[in-house]
């Protein structure tokens, strides 16, 4: 675990100055502008009378008082109490430059104009001009020099509010040019320039900003004090994207994107389309066109129900099924506020406005519910994405999360075969592949239930499975809670600095379960391709590094956000798997592999289920997981700790807690499949 290292903090009156608010650092400002202006007046007339002294006349007084007043006030309209001290770059430097000369036209032209004979030699003009210029970009420069090097890391990139952040724009093509002219009308940037691979661009001015090559990057960096990188690369390979996002991790810079060109609907970028860099951005795995066919199949003209449809698979199946012509689709959850919110999304697309989405509140395990759902709309696809997911909630809770994993869909299965689903499609996870946790032996035990049915009726109704690892930014996903870590200052938690995951894109994995299932016939365990995993440590680093701050760590003690491991969870892996075993055959996509696994017959299935049944009417953890693990091929409980989980709080429950010796007990399961869980919504599912 890396150490934590106070910094020593600027003293006195500089930290003063520093931590004052805004308001108060431009009344300052303003006053060093009145009295600098007022000395580069005095100046010139000294210069051009060559004396020190001149006449104290009134019209001189009035003379010495209107200049700097009309030079503070063009300074703030110009917006010059906007730009941070600390960084004046070549941009602040031109808006000062700019901000005297307008300030001095309209001096020398008032004073003209009073036609005071004498009063205002025209060399004046100049002098007071040049000094202006001068005494005012000076005090900035020394003000920035003196306080920049004097303040500690972190604070040195923090803004004070108001104060424009200086940023370049990696790539200088019609998105990035669109960028800067959206950033120009915003008070919130100071644009330094573009940076481009393409040589032809190079010194170039484009949009009123210069073009630099990429090697120029650090010094940009360094000299211009830039604190964010935008990148304006709607078209470029996802490989070519990570590689420059990879460079950039080299500068202290807050690095952002913007989407997909297609994406941007509109044609215009606007200072809103940009976003932080996600970890899809990190992975530069190349996306593969969907097969059209292989997405309509099970689809087109077809009512399909999507189950856990508010989740973060369900949601984006439901989007990507609304595009494929299906005759209706069913929404089912248990989340009241997660299926609203997807059902209103989806009532603004072609197929909601024809009435053709159906939102239905209520749980899997309700057989009558769902029967009654299956048979009024005719169901012909089932995608069933409703499950528990998080590994620690389910170890510390397993008969809820064994009722919805294993027997809810047990049930559910039995009912879409009796009602005639044509095609019943379980999303699965790479958990299920020797498990470690009670959660990823409740979806091995659906994906077995559903290898069952279809050996035992073959053509009857096709099920099918379909196992991957990790979405990004899912609920719960590592990657949102680094973000919202690193935000707050961190630290940044990781259970084990060698744990690694398999990652893929939400929309990604959305797209290919919907074609693996069309390629079914039934039984087959299909599995996602999901590249190289992904070690979390790393992730984190890179996470950190990119959003502008350093790891603190022995190496780095004064760096910004410090990551703490804290163990491994219960149940938890250090690394995942996809396959049970290494016989894996290709398909007719690329990113689908066929997996030939093991399964137990209908007979040895039930009994297997009937013993947990038995077993879960105690409560004992160390019990049920004894049962799964003589049924499971592989399953090895770690860092489950403790002999009862459920069983201790049900200890002194209320009355609508089970006992553990009652067979009337309102959580006991029946044996009969179809019965089996008709009051599972006490559960839950999402």
């Known amino acids: 675990m890396a150490k934590t290292n106070a910094r020593p903090a600027p003293a006195g009156w500089r930290q003063r100055l520093l931590e004052l608010p805004r308001g108060p650092k431009r009344a300052l400002l303003i006053i060093n502008d009145f009295l600098l202006l007022s000395l580069a007046l005095w100046a010139g007339f000294s210069l ?29 309209t110009l917006g010059l109490y906007r730009l941070v001290t600390r960084y004046i770059g070549p941009a602040g430097a031109r808006r000062i430059i700019l901000a005297v000369g307008l300030a001095v036209t309209i001096w020398a032209l008032l004073v003209l104009l009073a036609a005071i004979p004498g009063l205002l030699p025209r060399s004046t003009i100049i002098m007071y001009g040049i000094f202006s210029m001068v005494l005012v970009w000076g005090s900035r420069q020394l003000a920035g ?31 990035g040019v669109q960028l800067a002219e959206a950033l120009k009308a915003s008070p919130d940037y100071e644009l330094i320039g573009f940076i481009d691979e393409d040589p032809s661009l190079w010194g170039q001015n484009l949009a009123g900003l210069k073009v630099y090559r990429p090697h120029k990057i650090a010094k940009l960096v360094r000299r211009n004090h830039v604190e964010e990188v935008l990148l304006a690369l709607p078209n470029v390979s996802r490989r070519r994207r990570r590689t420059i996002i990879r460079r950039l991790e080299a500068f202290r810079v807050v690095v952002k994107t913007l989407p997909a060109m297609l994406d941007i609907a509109t044609g215009r ?5 940009l976003r932080h860099i996600d970890a899809d951005d990190l992975l530069g795995r190349e996306p593969i066109p969907p097969n059209e066919r292989l997405m309509r199949r099970a689809v087109a003209g077809k009512v399909v129900m999507v189950t856990g449809a508010g989740g973060s698979i369900g949601s984006e199946l439901t989007r990507q099924l609304v595009g494929l012509g299906p005759e209706k689709l069913i929404l089912f959850d248990i989340s009241e506020a997660a299926l609203y919110t997807i059902e209103q999304e989806l009532l603004a697309s072609s197929l909601g406005r024809e009435g053709r989405v159906v939102a239905v509140l209520g749980s899997v395990g309700d057989c009558d519910l769902v029967a009654r759902t299956i048979e009024v709309h005719g169901v012909a696809t089932v995608y069933h994405a409703a499950a528990y997911k998080h590994v620690p909630m389910v170890e510390l809770n397993p008969i809820a999360g064994l009722r919805n994993n294993t027997f809810a869909t047990r049930a559910f299965a039995n009912v879409a075969r009796s009602c005639g689903v044509e095609r019943f499609v379980l999303v699965s996870t790479d958990k299920a592949v020797r498990p470690t946790s009670v959660m990823g032996a409740s979806k ?89 995993p992904v070690k979390i440590d790393d992730l984190a680093r890179s996470m950190i ?142």
């Open 269 to 273: 970028v606007a200072v809103s389309d």
């Open 145 to 175: 020099w003196f306080l920049r090097d004097l303040l500690p890391a972190d604070l040195s990139r923090l803004h004070t509010d108001g104060a424009p952040t200086t940023a370049v724009i990696y790539g200088a093509g019609r998105t």
């Open 48 to 76: 051009r009378l060559s004396t020190f002294y001149v006449p104290p006349t009134v019209e001189f007084a009035l003379l010495l008082g209107a200049a700097p007043l009309i030079g503070v006030i063009t300074f703030n």
């Open 444 to 532: 091995r035990l659906a994906e077995l239930v559903l290898q069952a049915l279809a050996a035992e009726e073959p053509g009857d109704c096709i099920f099918t499975m379909v196992r991957f690892g990790n979405v990004l930014d899912s609920s719960g996903s590592v990657v949102g809670r680094f973000r919202k870590q690193i935000a707050q200052g961190g630290p940044v938690t990781v259970t084990h600095p060698e744990i690694t995951r398999y990652f893929m894109s939400i929309p990604d994995a959305a797209q290919l379960v919907i074609q693996a299932g069309a390629m079914a016939k039934g039984g087959e365990v299909f599995v996602l391709d999901m590249g190289k």
């Open 545 to 686: 590094r990119l959003m502008g701050r350093e790891v603190r760590d022995e190496d780095n003690p004064n760096g910004d956000i410090e990551i703490v491991y804290t163990g491994l969870r219960r149940g938890e892996k250090l690394y995942e798997e996809l396959l049970i075993g290494e016989d894996a055959q290709e398909t007719s996509h690329p990113r689908i592999l066929q997996s030939n696994e093991p399964l137990l017959s209908r007979q040895q299935l039930d009994d297997a289920l009937s013993r947990l049944e038995e077993t879960m009417k105690t409560g004992e953890a160390a019990s049920i997981r004894a049962v799964l693990a003589e049924t499971i091929d592989g399953y090895r409980p770690e860092n489950g700790g403790g002999a009862t989980v459920e069983a201790k709080w049900l200890e002194g429950a209320p009355e609508w807690a089970p006992a553990a010796s009652s067979s009337a007990s309102p959580m006991r399961a029946p044996s009969n499949g179809a019965e089996a869980f008709g009051a599972i919504g006490r559960e839950g599912i999402k």
